[in-house]
Nanobody, 125 residues
Framework: VQLQASGGGLVQPGGSLTLSCAVSGFTLNRPAVGWFRQAPGKEREGISCLSTLNDITHYDDSVKGRFTISSDTAKNTVYLQMNNLKPEDTAVYYC???????????????????WGTGTLVTVSS
């Protein structure tokens, strides 16, 4: 099982960015997958999670209405569309999954057993 995140970069406040997470070793038709982030000096937090079993999503209040998580089963890829980015969104973003669970809420509020590499997002003018 592997997850590879990409798409990070430098963006101005108010801008948009799309992160991608290419997965292998499992299919996107049952487990929950999600995006977590860790800002400097802060703990890692779950911000956007998706159940690939029933397409139910969960968002942290800090990103609700600005971020959208989705998946493409044919491409084995999970996306995070980020709009109206703010300086406080600056962090290393990770994708993660728990193959034993399908709940998006549970994934975002747990420490998943399987992590991908991180990608740095910097929001600054």
């Amino acid at each position: 099982v592997q997850l590879q995140a990409s798409g990070g970069g430098l963006v101005q406040p108010g801008g948009s960015l799309t992160l991608s997470c290419a997965v292998s070793g499992f299919t996107l038709n049952r487990p929950a997958v999600g995006w977590f982030r860790q800002a400097p000096g802060k703990e890692r937090e779950g911000i956007s999670c998706l159940s690939t079993l029933n397409d139910i999503t969960h968002y942290d209040d800090s990103v609700k209405g600005r971020f959208t998580i989705s998946s493409d089963t044919a491409k084995n890829t999970v996306y995070l569309q980020m709009n109206n980015l703010k300086p406080e969104d600056t962090a290393v973003y990770y994708c993660a999954t728990d193959l034993g669970h399908s709940s998006s809420y549970a994934l975002c509020h747990s420490r998943p057993p399987t992590w991908g590499t991180g990608t740095l997002v910097t929001v600054s003018s």
